[in-house]
């Protein structure tokens, strides 16, 4: 689950909790306090009626009925002595009974009889009596007055109520829920940022930093701390490389006077076969390590530095002229050499660079063929004007595996790491890295057909428009 999810079912669930705790305490407050008022009121009627029935005993022998039922108008009442004789009934107690209890509040009782026989601008629903019983002592008389009001079914209305507030707190959480989103979102707008500029940041461009929002807060240390671990893993990138350019170079010269040294010593004609053999041995040897220490020289400089020298060179001329000098490599493994380019290609880059690129292009294409194999070298335009170099050769099937990583330093497709190729895996690392450095990308296919395609394309320049230009020799070579 992501963090934006979580913040939000967690701000959603606090605010629903606190809103719906504010919601049951307003719910209970609305429920109790009609009540609370109808037992005020009921209060108050009772006392008003005892105390008329008090008055009327004491002035007359035979209490005046008819100024009690004034002051009962629209209450139940009946009120009974101390002995528990009834001495007044109202005219609505007379055609309703309702039973007495005694509680020390008041209690509802239902009835079929329909609101609006009370009250006019009621509708017909049922009505419902609020009932109190007090005991009230007056002029050394006890009477007990059970007084009811005729009032609008309150469990209905509490239900309707309930309903509201429930409709109001979905509502609620709905907008809680969609405010929250938008929160979180904006609150992790910093982190997705950061993200996303981090993914920028490779081995290529650790030079890339994240700029500061100067808020002052977590997220600001949080960049100053990446910023700072992007300066110590460049450091210790470029120590690296400059390690690797110094041994190499430092290797370059002894390996230099000891291949040497054995060529000079294989001119002795006097040398016994069996050291001879041995010599030999020893100056293939030299001659692999010093290629070697040549790539990787030319590796670290190409990862030390990101400039270019810049020139504008025919694409197609160039192309020409690197596989003319793989003629008689050609000739001898009988290989075939297809060109075909569709216009001049005027590309405006570092031309000795991209010349390097062909060499090893082409040498990989020769050195994985087959005797009596093709090689087919084009350039054409792409869809977005681009140039597109292509180097496809006939030779074994690389698997998907390794043609993720065929331009990782140092790897071979075949697993033995046999030196009948020759190589030593750092051709086409070189490669990618140059064609970077001009701002292109390199892929490479391998399908059933017997064909690996290597296809390099260069964002788009100064291009001119040309027709196909096609040469032969007759060396197996079209």
């Given at each position: 689950m992501?963090?934006?999810?979580?913040?939000?079912?967690w701000?959603?669930?606090?605010g629903?909790?606190?809103?719906a705790v504010?919601?049951?305490?307003?719910f209970?407050?609305g429920?109790?306090?009609?009540y609370?008022f109808?037992d005020q009121?009921?209060e108050l009627?009772a006392?008003?009626?005892a105390?008329?029935?008090?008055?009327?005993q004491?002035t007359r022998?035979?209490p005046d009925l008819?100024?009690l039922e004034l002051c009962s108008?629209?209450y139940?009442t009946?009120?009974y002595d101390?002995g528990?004789r009834?001495?007044?009934e109202s005219?609505?107690a007379?055609?309703?009974?309702?039973?007495?209890?005694?509680?020390?509040?008041g209690y509802?009782?239902?009835?079929?009889?329909?609101?609006?026989r009370?009250?006019?601008e009621?509708?017909?629903q049922p009505?419902g009596?609020?009932n109190?019983?007090f005991?009230?002592?007056?002029?050394?008389h006890?009477?007990q007055v059970?007084?009811a009001?005729?009032?609008?079914?309150?469990?209905?209305?509490?239900?309707e109520?309930a309903?509201?507030i429930?409709?109001?707190l979905?509502?609620s959480t709905l907008?809680?829920?969609?405010?929250?989103y938008?929160v979180?979102?904006?609150?992790l707008?910093p982190?997705?940022?950061?993200?996303?500029?981090t993914r920028?940041?490779t081995?290529?461009?650790?030079?890339k930093r994240?700029?500061l929002?100067d808020n002052h807060d977590?997220i600001?240390?949080?960049?100053a701390g990446?910023n700072a671990?992007f300066n110590?893993?460049q450091?210790?990138?470029?120590r690296?490389k400059?390690?690797i350019?110094?041994?190499?170079?430092e290797?370059?010269?002894?390996v230099?006077?000891?291949?040497l040294?054995?060529e000079?010593?294989?001119?002795?004609?006097?040398?016994?076969?069996?050291?001879?053999?041995?010599?030999l041995a020893?100056?293939?040897?030299?001659t692999?390590?010093g290629?070697?220490i040549?790539n990787?020289?030319?590796?670290?400089r190409?990862e030390l530095?990101?400039?270019?020298?810049?020139?504008?060179?025919?694409a197609?001329?160039l192309?020409?002229?690197?596989t003319?000098e793989?003629?008689?490599?050609?000739q001898?493994?009988?290989?075939?050499l297809?060109c075909?380019?569709?216009?001049?290609?005027p590309?405006?880059g570092?031309?000795e660079?991209?010349r390097?690129v062909?060499?090893?292009?082409m040498?990989?294409?020769?050195?994985y063929?087959?005797?009596?194999?093709?090689?087919?070298c084009?350039?054409a335009f792409g869809?977005?004007k681009?140039?597109i170099?292509t180097?496809a050769?006939?030779?074994?099937?690389?698997e998907p595996?390794?043609?993720n990583r065929?331009?990782?330093?140092?790897f071979?497709?075949?697993?033995s790491?046999?030196s009948a190729?020759?190589?030593?895996g750092l051709g086409?690392?070189?490669?990618?890295?140059?064609?970077?450095?001009h701002?292109?990308r390199?892929?490479?296919?391998?399908?059933a057909d017997?064909?690996?395609?290597?296809a390099?394309h260069?964002?788009p320049?100064?291009?001119e428009?040309?027709g196909m230009e096609?040469?032969?020799?007759g060396?197996?070579r079209q």
């Open positions: 992501k963090i934006r999810t979580r913040i939000t079912l701000a959603s669930l606090a629903l909790a606190s809103t504010l919601s049951a305490i307003v209970l407050w429920l109790e306090t009609p609370e109808l009121e009921l009627r006392q008003t009626m105390n008329a029935m008090a008055q009327e004491a022998e035979e008819a100024a108008r629209l139940w009946r009120i101390a528990g009834l001495l007044f005219e609505l007379r055609q309703i009974d309702l039973p007495r209890e005694m509680r020390n509040r509802l009782i239902t009835t079929d009889i329909p609101l609006n009370f009250y006019a009621e509708d017909d009505t009596f609020w109190r019983v005991i009230m002592p007056i002029s050394g006890i009477y059970h007084v009001r005729p009032v609008e079914n309150l469990v209905s209305e509490s239900i109520s309903l509201v429930g409709s109001a979905l509502v907008i809680l829920i969609g405010v929250s938008l979180a979102g904006r609150i707008h982190i997705r940022e950061i993200n996303r500029l920028e940041i081995a290529k461009t650790l030079e994240i700029p929002a977590e600001d240390e949080l960049i990446l671990m110590r893993l450091h210790s990138f470029r690296q400059e390690f350019a110094n041994a190499s170079h290797l370059k010269t002894p230099t006077l000891l291949r040294a054995v000079e010593t294989l001119q002795n004609e006097h040398l016994p076969a069996a050291v001879q053999e041995k010599l020893q100056e293939r040897a030299l692999r390590i290629q070697l040549k990787l020289l030319d590796l670290s190409l530095s990101d400039g270019l020298e810049q020139e504008l060179f025919s197609s001329e192309v020409t002229s690197v003319q793989f003629d008689a490599l050609l001898e493994r009988e290989i075939r297809v075909g380019f569709d216009g001049a290609h590309l405006m570092d031309k660079k991209m390097r062909l060499i090893n292009l040498d990989n294409a020769v050195r063929n087959h005797r009596g194999g093709e090689i087919r084009l350039l869809s977005l681009e140039t170099l180097v050769n006939t030779g074994p099937f690389i595996a390794d043609r065929i331009f990782d330093q140092f071979r497709c075949e697993k790491r046999s190729h020759g190589g030593v086409l690392a070189i490669v990618k890295r140059i064609v970077e450095l701002g292109g390199i892929g490479v296919e391998s399908g017997g064909w690996n395609v290597f390099l260069f964002p320049g100064l291009v428009d040309g096609r040469r032969g020799d060396l197996g």
